[in-house]
Each structure stands twice: as C-alpha cells, then as structure tokens.
C-alpha cells in the first residue's frame, strides 16, 4: 500500500507541459472521491521537494473534496526525465499543451548541454525552436531522430508526435482553431506546401472556412508543388470552387501571366527565352514562372499541349536570334 502525505504538502510544477484542466472533470472526480481517500488508486507521483511530477489533476479533485492525505510515490528525476514522465500521464492534454511538451523532449533528447523547460522553450523563437527540434535528424550516421527517441521511450506513434511538432510551424490563429475543434489536426499537412506565401494563404482559407480533413487535403494538392506565390484571391477562389489543375493553371496564366518570377528550378523557363515572346499563349506565359516539375503534375493532355507550346516558342526564339525572322 502506498504512502500518505498531507494534501496540502503538495505544490503543482509550474514548468510542467499541461496548462489547462477541465474543471468540470476535476470537480466530478471530487464528488466520486467523497471522502474515502482510497478511492485514489493511482498515487500522485512527487519529487523530492513535493512538487507534482504526474496527477496534478488527482491532487486537484482531493483539494475540492478535502481530503487530508493523498497516496503518493516519491521519485528522484532529471528535468528531461519528469517531462517524459508526464507526457506518459493517461489524463488529457489540449493539442497545443501535448505539442510544446513533445517539441521540449525532443530538443532535451537531441542536445545535451541544457535541459530546457515547456516556458523556456515557448520563449524560443520560432527558427531557434524548429533547428533545436530538427538538430538530431541526422541521416546516414547511425543516429536515430529525437522524434523517434521520444517515440521509444514514451510508447506514442512518431506519425503522432510528427503532427503534434507541425503545429509549431503554423500560425497562431491556425494553432488556436485546432484548440477550439474549428477544424482538423489534418490541417498541419499545409506545411508540405512548397512555397512560404501559399501555405499562409492556404492556412488562412481553411480557417475560415472550418474545412474538413478532405477539403484540407484536396487543397494542399493543388498548391503543394507551386513554387512561386500565387495571388490570394486565386487560392481563395481555387478552393471555394474546388478548381481542378486546368482551371487552377489557366486562372494562374490570366491573373499573373505578367508577374514574372524568379523560379529555384533549372528545369523551368526561364525569364530571358520569355520576354522577348510572352505574348504568344497564355500557357507560355504561365510556364515563364511554373517549373516543370510543377507542370508534370498537371493532366497527360494539359501538359503535353503545355510543352509543344514552348517547343514551338524556343524554336521561334532561335530564329530570331538568328535573324531568320
């Protein structure tokens, strides 16, 4: 049988990951405690200093049915060791507490000159937190991933954890949906989105919309590979009207076929074999910023009329640089 210690000895971490409790939930696990102390069949767990590394939510429900002792056991541990100890805990966290408490371990588990706590890590900005987080993923060597690491030694999927660290990469008002159920953990796939200003754009539209896991995923196809940024508007109306690749390219071509962008592809058109004949198609003009490898994930059909198009134009380039015409 466990130990008791007086309820009020206790005092809750105030490092540790979980920042919110269900305060209905607290107050009807009091009422099922009563006044028998026994009821309590999971210890509270403390350190030395009777701080509360698991069942803080335990230690709560005993204030408010006022018992005077509570089952405890004692234990001795490191810094990184009590956060994976309460990431272990069966009762529940919010999607951002369970994100910042995977995000911590995972830096603790990849570098060893400084155990972070849940607040020094959420007072990180945002590039120093996402290199600390990635600092292990270190392929090819004989190194497992702090990710994987976590996943080990706490028992959780790693294409769990995965989801939860993507959510450091979204922008508050995304995180905030996911905590009030507006919309999707799903909604974390925009960050394969290639391109920086389609993903916020995206990010935005969903929200708004409170998409579903579908509507989420549909739309990430259509802009994940485009590495240039498209308008606003067009990423709206794309999603709204559920545009297919012909319609999403031909808008593309309408609305910013005189935006010339630089592209990070060697395989794309590039801007000087354009301007002298943007003017021949619409479809060139939108391949003067869409590499190809963009292009190949449009239909067979599209993309090989597509490409006849810049045959004929590089061969029309040519001549007049020749001055055959």
């Given at each position: 049988?466990?130990?008791?210690?007086?309820?009020?000895?206790?005092?809750?971490?105030?490092?540790?990951?979980?920042?919110?409790?269900?305060?209905?939930?607290?107050?009807?696990?009091?009422?099922?405690?009563?006044?028998?102390?026994?009821?309590?069949?999971?210890?509270?767990?403390?350190?030395?200093?009777?701080?509360?590394?698991?069942?803080?939510?335990?230690?709560?429900?005993?204030?408010?049915?006022?018992?005077?002792?509570?089952?405890?056991?004692?234990?001795?541990?490191?810094?990184?060791?009590?956060?994976?100890?309460?990431?272990?805990?069966?009762?529940?966290?919010?999607?951002?507490?369970?994100?910042?408490?995977?995000?911590?371990?995972?830096?603790?588990?990849?570098?060893?000159?400084?155990?972070?706590?849940?607040?020094?890590?959420?007072?990180?900005?945002?590039?120093?937190?996402?290199?600390?987080?990635?600092?292990?993923?270190?392929?090819?060597?004989?190194?497992?991933?702090?990710?994987?690491?976590?996943?080990?030694?706490?028992?959780?999927?790693?294409?769990?954890?995965?989801?939860?660290?993507?959510?450091?990469?979204?922008?508050?008002?995304?995180?905030?949906?996911?905590?009030?159920?507006?919309?999707?953990?799903?909604?974390?796939?925009?960050?394969?989105?290639?391109?920086?200003?389609?993903?916020?754009?995206?990010?935005?539209?969903?929200?708004?919309?409170?998409?579903?896991?579908?509507?989420?995923?549909?739309?990430?196809?259509?802009?994940?590979?485009?590495d240039f940024p498209v308008n606003y508007e067009t990423v709206e109306e794309a999603v709204e009207k559920d545009w297919g690749e012909q319609?999403?390219?031909?808008?593309?071509?309408?609305?910013?076929?005189?935006?010339?962008?630089?592209?990070?592809?060697?395989?794309?058109?590039?801007?000087?074999?354009?301007?002298?004949?943007?003017?021949?198609?619409?479809?060139?003009?939108?391949?003067?910023?869409?590499?190809?490898?963009?292009?190949?994930?449009?239909?067979?059909?599209?993309?090989?009329?597509?490409?006849?198009?810049?045959d004929r134009t590089i061969e029309r380039l040519n001549l007049i640089k020749e001055g055959i015409v």
């Open positions: 049988m466990s130990e008791l210690i007086k309820t009020n000895l206790l005092k809750a971490d105030k490092n540790q990951p979980r920042t919110q409790f269900d305060e209905q939930e607290i107050e009807s696990l009091a009422k099922s405690y009563a006044n028998f102390t026994e009821q309590i069949v999971d210890p509270i767990e403390i350190d030395e200093n009777n701080v509360i590394i698991r069942g803080e939510r335990r230690w709560r429900a005993a204030k408010i049915a006022k018992l005077p002792k509570v089952p405890f056991n004692r234990v001795k541990v490191s810094i990184k060791e009590r956060l994976e100890r309460q990431l272990l805990e069966s009762e529940p966290y919010t999607a951002m507490d369970k994100a910042w408490g995977y995000a911590t371990a995972i830096i603790n588990i990849n570098q060893q000159q400084k155990e972070y706590s849940v607040p020094e890590v959420k007072k990180l900005e945002k590039e120093k937190l996402l290199n600390l987080i990635t600092l292990g993923d270190t392929k090819g060597r004989g190194q497992k991933s702090g990710q994987s690491e976590l996943s080990r030694r706490i028992g959780v999927p790693q294409s769990t954890i995965s989801n939860y660290i993507a959510m450091l990469k979204l922008q508050d008002f995304t995180q905030k949906a996911i905590e009030k159920h507006d919309v999707p953990m799903a909604i974390t796939k925009v960050t394969k989105v290639k391109n920086k200003t389609n993903q916020e754009s995206l990010e935005s539209v969903l929200v708004r919309r409170k998409a579903d896991e579908s509507e989420i995923e549909s739309s990430i196809d259509k802009f994940k590979s485009f319609e999403l390219a031909e808008r593309i071509a309408e609305t910013q076929g005189d935006d010339w962008m630089n592209v990070d592809d060697s395989s794309a058109v590039t801007f000087d074999e354009l301007e002298e004949y943007k003017k021949i198609s619409s479809k060139i003009r939108l391949t003067s910023y869409v590499s190809l490898h963009t292009i190949s994930q449009l239909s067979v059909e599209y993309k090989h009329n597509i490409i006849d198009d810049i």
